[in-house]
């Protein structure tokens, strides 16, 4: 093997090898944006399930009455009494009734109709 060929196939191989090195280095494309995608599936599913506030439980009003709410964190969707929907966002409740729409805010384990009535929930 000549001298021009050595250098050539030392040339090639350090070629090889620098390639070998750069594409293992990198990841792909691809696999960076699943990663990405991944960690912001785990993140949103910790947030719903155990930073957001649910308001589903019995909650009494001014009369004494009791009012079951059952709460979906994931569209924030609430059911009163399996009879009245509404929804949840924040601290802000609206709940179509029948023909009225009814709007609370909750704070501190109270919900305050803007009728002025309240609703306390059980504990």
């Known amino acids: 093997m000549s001298e021009q060929e050595k250098e050539q196939a030392e040339l090639n191989n350090f070629l090889n090898a620098k390639f070998i090195l750069e594409r293992s280095e ?12 991944v960690v912001i599936c785990i993140i949103y599913c910790i947030f ?26 994931f569209n ?7 009879k009245f929907h509404g929804m949840y966002k924040g601290h802000v409740i609206i709940v179509y009734m029948d023909n009225i729409i009814k709007m609370g805010i909750c704070v501190d384990n109270m919900i305050k109709w803007t009728d002025g009535s309240k609703w306390m929930a059980d504990r």
């Open 76 to 82: 924030d969707g609430i059911i009163i009494d399996k």
């Open 48 to 73: 719903i399930c155990f930073i957001k506030k649910s308001v589903s439980g019995i909650w009494y009003d001014d009369n004494d009455d009791e009012h079951e709410i059952k709460h979906n964190k």
């Open 26 to 37: 990198n990841p792909s494309p691809f696999f960076a944006l699943v990663i990405v995608i």
